[in-house]
């Protein structure tokens, strides 16, 4: 649930962003959508949905904080927007589900009797 909320919330920051922001917002913008990608791309990875995971594996690549991808003011929008549907269309593929626990038997030790002196 928090994941969707996340990517959600993230997608309207991407589509502000098409307008023009402070340098900071960018910056803060850059390492939202690294962590993110990184997460949306570990969970597909573990669902075998390797399509959205590369997906987001280069939604990382090209907002890695680290080694940043400078690119220019006229494709950084459209890099932007593809962000931001990425995100949304990825609602409804890559979801967080809790697996529901295993009901084990209950461990049980038995000690050996006492002697009595």
Known sequence: MAFNAT?????ALL??????????????LRW?????GAY??????????????ALFGVVVLVYNPVFPVELNWTIQPLVHIATAV?????????RYEESPREEREP??????PRKRI
């Open 15 to 28: 589509i502000l962003a098409v307008n023009g922001r402070p340098e900071l917002f960018y910056v803060a």
């Open 107 to 112: 461990v049980v030790v038995k000690f050996p």
């Open 86 to 94: 990425i995100m949304m269309t990825s609602i409804g593929a890559v």
């Open 40 to 53: 949306g791309a570990y969970l597909a990875g573990e669902r075998g949905q390797t399509t959205w995971a």
């Open 7 to 11: 990517r959600v919330i993230l997608s």
């Open 32 to 36: 939202m959508v690294f962590g993110v």
